[in-house]
């Protein structure tokens, strides 16, 4: 059982906007920034926005993130195969005093 | 080029102890802190603890508190982790993975992960 909340699967069509929520409450999501990871298939995770809804360079424009209250998201526009990957939210717990991670998305371009 | 290399798969018996290395290189060690995640076959990731390179100070997740430790060697660039009276339920990907800060998520490198399997 995760702190963090995420729906198992999320699927598109290329070309298509998909959102990939996290939930969590007021001692983590309500109160730290949400970072955003994308894996692919055996290898090690890559992050995908920080610090709420920044992107690293490299990373396509189509990624963006958003928070509000204890809520994020991962918008991916303009779906493309390759985007077909296992993405994980994490924040800063408070009251647990340490990192959380969501349980993770699927996402499958169909 | 930055990179984290870790040491190589173990296969440990239920009560062993574990250690993997995460060897730096392409960066000043002492000013990234290190995180150890892990990663159960077909599951999601867990934070199991951070270490400071500088004055080894760490912080560990509560469930790993009484039987994790992480460690540095200043002169070869390399933190430890150690975790002890393994069961099967550690079998996972473990990986380390360098920040900037502390209060920082951005884990901007990774090593290649470190496959431990706990089996009698």
């Known amino acids: 059982q995760s702190v963090l909340t995420q729906p198992p699967s999320a699927s598109g069509t290329p070309g298509q906007r998909v959102s990939i929520s996290c939930s969590g409450d007021s001692s983590n999501i309500g109160s730290n920034y949400v970072y955003w990871y994308q894996q692919l298939p055996g290898t090690a995770p890559k992050v995908v926005i920080y610090r709420n809804n920044q992107r690293p360079s490299g990373v396509p424009e189509r990624f963006s993130g958003s928070k509000s209250g204890t809520s994020a998201s991962l918008a991916i526009s303009g779906l493309r195969s390759e985007d077909e990957a296992d993405y994980y939210c994490?924040?800063?717990?408070?009251?647990?005093?340490?990192?959380?991670f969501g349980g993770g998305t699927k996402l499958t371009v169909l | 080029q930055v990179q984290l290399v870790q040491s190589g798969a173990e296969l440990k018996r239920p009560g062993a102890s574990v250690r993997v290395s995460c060897k730096a290189s392409g960066y000043t060690f002492a000013n990234y802190y290190v995180h150890w995640v892990r990663q159960a076959p077909g599951q999601g990731l867990e934070w199991m603890g951070i270490i400071n390179p500088i004055g080894g100070s760490t912080t560990y997740a509560h469930k790993f508190q009484d039987r994790i430790s992480m460690t540095r060697d200043t002169s070869t660039n390399t933190v430890y982790m150690e975790l002890s009276s393994l069961r099967s339920e550690d079998t996972a990907v473990y990986y380390c993975?360098?920040?900037?800060?502390?209060?920082?998520?951005?884990?901007?490198?990774w090593g290649q992960g470190t496959l431990v399997t706990v089996s009698s």
């Open positions: 994490t924040t800063w717990d408070d009251s647990l005093t340490g990192w959380v």
């Open positions: 993975a360098r920040v900037d800060d502390f209060w920082s998520g951005l884990f901007d490198y």
